[in-house]
């Protein structure tokens, strides 16, 4: 059983630079949710696909930050111009859904970022 | 504004025993709420839910109880073991059945519980 993949684990970069992280999720699942989370914080929730739909954004930290889910599987969250501020754990997490309920979101492992 | 709050930063208790983590929230539109476990270094792993309908899960050594009137739920483990030494984070959302639109989850700040041996 394949849980949800976030490569790179850590990222380390000078600030003004851009990164980009990806994320696979389990792969049956047709929704994908990207989360920041920093010391001391729960999770804050950034944004999320249904299949290649982007149905929020608006919860998205800045227009230095976007996301993409091309074909409905993999996706990448990028930020440009790279700021201290964002440092932090990158969180990405799936689940499915269908008219019959709630279905609890799995998380990867995440990827830190380290802002020079 | 915090939505959902744990207000214990920590709690020990004694192997054997029964941990009791404690949540609130403020958002009467929440309906969904969901306990994850996190270890250091690890993405949070889901532990068990409950639907606003509900207002008792239980699953092996886990228990969730829901109270809508006081917006208060709470996770119960026992027997407590030692691998149970994590932090906790207390979870919500807001589902949209028709429309099939949902937000994210709005989470606590967690409460690390310490298992003493």
């Known amino acids: 059983d394949t849980g949800v993949s976030q490569d790179p684990r850590h990222k380390i970069t000078k600030r003004g630079q851009n990164v980009t992280f990806r994320c696979d999720p389990i792969?049956?699942?047709?929704?994908l949710y990207w989360y920041r989370q920093t010391l001391g914080q729960g999770p804050e929730f950034l944004t999320y696909?249904?299949?290649?739909?982007?149905?929020?954004k608006s919860r998205l930290l800045s227009d230095r930050f976007s996301a993409e889910r091309p074909k409905g599987s993999f996706s990448t969250l990028e930020i440009q111009r790279t700021e201290q501020g964002d440092s932090a754990m990158y969180l990405c997490?799936?689940?499915?859904?269908?008219?019959?309920?709630?279905?609890?979101?799995?998380f990867g492992d995440g990827t830190r970022l380290s802002i020079l | 504004d915090q939505q959902v709050k744990q207000n214990s930063p920590s709690l020990s208790v004694q192997e054997g025993r029964i941990s009791i983590l404690n949540c609130d929230y403020t958002n009467s539109m929440f309906d969904y709420f969901l306990w994850y476990k996190k270890y250091p270094a690890e993405g949070p792993t889901f532990l068990i839910s409950i639907s606003s309908i509900k207002d008792k899960n239980e699953d092996g050594r886990f228990t969730v109880f829901l109270n809508k009137s006081a917006k208060h739920l709470s996770l119960h483990i026992v027997p407590s073991q030692p691998g149970d030494s994590a932090v906790y984070f207390c979870?919500?959302?807001?589902?949209?059945?028709?429309?099939?639109?949902?937000?994210?989850?709005?989470f606590g700040k967690g409460t690390h519980l310490i298992i003493q041996p």
């Open positions: 696909f249904q299949n290649e739909a982007q149905l929020e």
């Open positions: 979870a919500a959302s807001v589902t949209w059945r028709a429309g099939g639109g949902a937000d994210g989850l709005t």
């Open positions: 792969s049956e699942h047709n929704r």
């Open positions: 997490a799936s689940s499915s859904w269908d008219r019959g309920g709630n279905q609890p979101q799995h």
